[in-house]
Nanobody, 114 residues
Framework: QLQASGGGLVQAGGSLRLSCKAS????????MGWYRQAPGKERELVAT??????????HYADSVKGRFNISRDNVRRTLYLQMNSLKPGDTAVYYC???????WGKGTLVTVSS
Protein backbone atom coordinates (compact mmCIF):
# COMPACT_ATOMS: atom_id res chain seq x y z
CA GLN A 1 0.00 0.00 0.00
CA LEU A 2 1.18 3.51 -0.83
CA GLN A 3 -0.07 6.58 1.02
CA ALA A 4 0.77 9.94 -0.50
CA SER A 5 0.51 13.19 1.43
CA GLY A 6 1.80 16.74 1.49
CA GLY A 7 -0.28 18.36 -1.21
CA GLY A 8 -2.03 21.67 -0.79
CA LEU A 9 -2.51 25.18 -2.09
CA VAL A 10 0.58 27.29 -2.67
CA GLN A 11 1.37 30.50 -4.51
CA ALA A 12 3.53 30.51 -7.60
CA GLY A 13 7.18 30.47 -6.62
CA GLY A 14 6.48 28.54 -3.44
CA SER A 15 7.51 25.08 -2.34
CA LEU A 16 5.91 21.86 -1.17
CA ARG A 17 7.26 18.48 -0.16
CA LEU A 18 5.26 15.39 -0.98
CA SER A 19 5.69 12.12 0.88
CA CYS A 20 4.68 8.60 -0.02
CA LYS A 21 4.73 6.02 2.76
CA ALA A 22 4.93 2.39 1.64
CA SER A 23 3.72 -0.64 3.52
CA UNK A 24 3.42 -4.31 2.66
CA UNK A 25 6.35 -4.31 0.26
CA UNK A 26 10.12 -4.54 0.58
CA UNK A 27 10.41 -0.89 -0.35
CA UNK A 28 14.18 -0.81 -0.79
CA UNK A 29 14.06 -3.36 -3.61
CA UNK A 30 11.91 -1.30 -5.93
CA UNK A 31 12.43 1.60 -8.26
CA MET A 32 9.88 4.29 -7.38
CA GLY A 33 8.26 7.10 -9.31
CA TRP A 34 6.15 10.22 -8.98
CA TYR A 35 3.52 10.97 -11.60
CA ARG A 36 0.95 13.70 -11.97
CA GLN A 37 -2.33 14.25 -13.75
CA ALA A 38 -3.61 17.71 -14.47
CA PRO A 39 -7.31 18.35 -15.17
CA GLY A 40 -8.19 17.20 -18.66
CA LYS A 41 -4.75 15.76 -19.32
CA GLU A 42 -3.16 12.33 -19.26
CA ARG A 43 -1.07 11.15 -16.37
CA GLU A 44 2.59 11.94 -16.89
CA LEU A 45 5.85 10.89 -15.32
CA VAL A 46 7.48 13.48 -13.09
CA ALA A 47 10.51 11.72 -11.61
CA THR A 48 11.94 8.29 -10.83
CA UNK A 49 14.52 6.98 -8.39
CA UNK A 50 16.30 3.65 -8.35
CA UNK A 51 16.23 0.85 -5.79
CA UNK A 52 19.19 -0.31 -3.68
CA UNK A 53 20.42 -2.26 -6.70
CA UNK A 54 20.05 0.79 -8.88
CA UNK A 55 21.47 3.46 -6.60
CA UNK A 56 21.99 6.83 -8.18
CA UNK A 57 19.49 6.29 -10.94
CA UNK A 58 17.37 9.42 -10.90
CA HIS A 59 15.43 10.88 -13.79
CA TYR A 60 13.23 13.95 -14.17
CA ALA A 61 10.78 15.17 -16.74
CA ASP A 62 12.19 18.15 -18.60
CA SER A 63 9.40 20.32 -17.24
CA VAL A 64 10.57 19.90 -13.63
CA LYS A 65 14.36 19.62 -13.98
CA GLY A 66 16.15 22.04 -11.70
CA ARG A 67 13.01 22.66 -9.64
CA PHE A 68 11.99 19.27 -8.24
CA ASN A 69 14.06 16.79 -6.25
CA ILE A 70 13.12 13.14 -5.72
CA SER A 71 14.57 11.21 -2.81
CA ARG A 72 13.85 8.18 -0.66
CA ASP A 73 14.42 6.91 2.85
CA ASN A 74 14.57 3.13 2.73
CA VAL A 75 14.56 2.81 6.53
CA ARG A 76 11.34 4.82 6.81
CA ARG A 77 10.05 3.25 3.57
CA THR A 78 9.12 6.68 2.32
CA LEU A 79 9.48 8.38 -1.04
CA TYR A 80 9.72 12.17 -1.25
CA LEU A 81 9.29 14.86 -3.87
CA GLN A 82 10.60 18.31 -2.98
CA MET A 83 8.99 20.82 -5.30
CA ASN A 84 10.44 24.33 -5.54
CA SER A 85 9.69 27.35 -7.73
CA LEU A 86 6.22 26.00 -8.32
CA LYS A 87 4.24 27.24 -11.31
CA PRO A 88 0.51 27.21 -12.04
CA GLY A 89 1.28 24.56 -14.66
CA ASP A 90 2.37 22.21 -11.86
CA THR A 91 -1.22 22.04 -10.62
CA ALA A 92 -2.22 18.38 -10.65
CA VAL A 93 -2.95 15.34 -8.58
CA TYR A 94 0.40 13.72 -7.76
CA TYR A 95 0.72 9.97 -7.47
CA CYS A 96 3.51 7.73 -6.30
CA UNK A 97 4.07 4.38 -7.88
CA UNK A 98 6.13 1.25 -7.51
CA UNK A 99 7.70 1.23 -10.92
CA UNK A 100 6.85 -1.57 -13.32
CA UNK A 101 3.85 -2.60 -11.18
CA UNK A 102 0.24 -1.57 -10.74
CA UNK A 103 0.86 -0.36 -7.20
CA TRP A 104 -0.17 3.30 -7.09
CA GLY A 105 -0.83 5.66 -4.24
CA LYS A 106 -4.22 7.38 -4.11
CA GLY A 107 -2.80 10.76 -5.03
CA THR A 108 -2.45 14.13 -3.38
CA LEU A 109 -3.67 17.38 -4.93
CA VAL A 110 -1.25 20.23 -5.54
CA THR A 111 -2.74 23.56 -6.54
CA VAL A 112 -0.48 26.45 -7.51
CA SER A 113 -2.10 29.86 -7.71
CA SER A 114 -0.76 32.68 -9.86
Amino acid sequence: QLQASGGGLVQAGGSLRLSCKASGINFRLYDMGWYRQAPGKERELVATIGSVSNVGSIHYADSVKGRFNISRDNVRRTLYLQMNSLKPGDTAVYYCRVQSTNYWGKGTLVTVSS
